[in-house]
């Protein structure tokens, strides 16, 4: 399993522009969730899924949108970029199957800087 | 809603010796999910340590074991025998039900030669 992969790793964006961070699994993980992580902030979360069809905001959520068509894939859509939005980006999956104390698995992070 | 408290921005610990990351979080549920997580300077998320609120005993996983006051709402992360390894930082989280996990601020912890 590659488990959850997220691409790219590193991304240069100018004020208004837009662009997509892919975020997949193969593990047949129903729950998925976006954050961003910022200097002495911890991580934040900005959106999530609970399956295919079904997304909810977090506590971050302005400027961001996301989908989920599929079980695999949780794309975060920025529709027009901020400086504000310079950050580290991570995706994450779980089942939710058993429950909350399912570990959440974590892809490798996209670092994001905003001109 | 819930919220996790770290207090402790930066600590810094001899290897070999004894190091304890304290947190602490405030929930109105009875039933929940406590879990430390480290993040080495690769910046991978890698889960330490989780714990059920309704377990009274305290986990362990080999050097690491936690110290969990539920009347107190507390969860410290305690690394025996520190190894330059473990230099990281740790983020406490929380979780009930099928909410999202909520972090801590973080802990960054060096671990001098």
């Known amino acids: 399993n590659a488990g959850v992969t997220q691409t790219p790793k590193f991304q240069v964006l100018k004020t208004g522009q837009s662009m997509t961070l892919q975020c997949a699994q193969d593990?047949?993980?129903?729950?998925m969730s976006w954050y961003r992580q910022d200097p002495g902030m911890g991580l934040r979360l900005i959106h999530y899924?609970?399956?295919?069809?079904?997304?909810d905001q977090g506590e971050v959520p302005n400027g961001y949108n996301v989908s989920r068509s599929t079980t695999e894939d949780f794309p975060l859509r920025l529709l027009s970029a901020a400086p504000s939005q310079t950050s580290v980006y991570f995706c994450?999956?779980?089942?939710?199957?058993?429950?909350?104390?399912?570990?959440?698995?974590f892809g490798p992070g996209t670092r994001l800087t905003v001109l | 809603a819930q919220t996790v408290t770290q207090s402790q921005p930066e600590m810094s610990v001899q290897e070999a010796e004894t190091v304890t990351l304290s947190c602490t979080y405030d929930?109105?549920?009875?039933?929940?999910?406590l879990f430390w997580y480290k993040q080495p300077p690769s910046r991978q998320m890698i889960l330490v340590i989780r714990?059920?609120?309704?377990?009274?005993q305290n986990a362990t996983e080999n050097r690491f074991s936690v110290n969990f006051q539920k009347a107190a709402k507390s969860f410290s992360l305690k690394i025996s025998d520190s190894q330059l390894g473990d230099t990281a930082m740790y983020f406490c989280?929380?979780?009930?039900?099928?909410?999202?996990?909520?972090f801590g601020k973080g802990t960054r912890l060096s671990v001098i030669a």
């Open positions: 994450a999956s779980s089942r939710t199957s058993g429950g909350p104390y399912n570990e959440q698995f």
């Open positions: 593990m047949n993980h129903e729950y």
């Open positions: 899924s609970v399956g295919a069809g079904i997304t």
């Open positions: 929930t109105s549920e009875s039933n929940y999910y």
């Open positions: 714990q059920e609120a309704y377990k009274q």
């Open positions: 989280a929380s979780r009930r039900g099928n909410t999202p996990l909520v």
